[in-house]
C-alpha cells in the first residue's frame, strides 16, 4: 500500500467514526457523549499523524509522527471495546471498525519497524 492509499485509508476510517460518534451523540447519555468524544479525538489523530509523517522533514520526525499514529489507532481500539463493555453500541456495530483500527496499527508499526531497519539515505 502506498502513501496515498494510506491516507485515504486513515481518513476513511476517521469518516466512519465520525458517523459513529454522531449516531452517539443522538443517544444523548452523558457516558456516550465522553467516551464518543474520546474515540473521535484518536480515530481522527490517526490521518492527521499520517499526514503529518509523509510530509516529515527527517526520518526522526517521519518516525515519531507514525508512533504517534500506532498509539492513536491502539486507543481507538479501548475506546471501541469501552463503548461495548458499557453497552452504549453493540458489537456487531463496531467489529469492522475495531479491526480496521487494529489492521491500522499493525500496519504502521511494520511501517516503522521498516524505517527503522533500513539504512539511513545519505
Known amino acids: 500500500m502506498d502513501k496515498e492509499e494510506m491516507m485515504k485509508r486513515t481518513a476513511h476510517f476517521g469518516l466512519r467514526v465520525v458517523n459513529l460518534c454522531l449516531?452517539?451523540?443522538?443517544?444523548g447519555s452523558m457516558s456516550a457523549r465522553v467516551l464518543g468524544k474520546q474515540l473521535l479525538r484518536c480515530a481522527t489523530s490517526i490521518g492527521a499523524n499520517y499526514r503529518a509523517a509523509c510530509h516529515a522533514g527527517n526520518r526522526a520526525d517521519f518516525l515519531a509522527k507514525l508512533k504517534i499514529c500506532e498509539?492513536?489507532?491502539?486507543?481507538?481500539?479501548?475506546?471501541?471495546?469501552?463503548?461495548?463493555q458499557a453497552d452504549l453500541v453493540s458489537e456487531v456495530k463496531v467489529r469492522?471498525?475495531?479491526?480496521e483500527a487494529h489492521e491500522l496499527a499493525c500496519i504502521i508499526a511494520?511501517?516503522?519497524?521498516?524505517?527503522?531497519?533500513?539504512a539511513p539515505s545519505s
Do not use: G
Open 71 to 84: 498509539q492513536e489507532a491502539d486507543e481507538c481500539e479501548y475506546w471501541l471495546e469501552l463503548l461495548v
Open 110 to 118: 511494520a511501517a516503522a519497524k521498516a524505517t527503522r531497519t533500513t
Open 23 to 27: 449516531a452517539l451523540e443522538q443517544e
Open 96 to 99: 469492522n471498525l475495531r479491526a
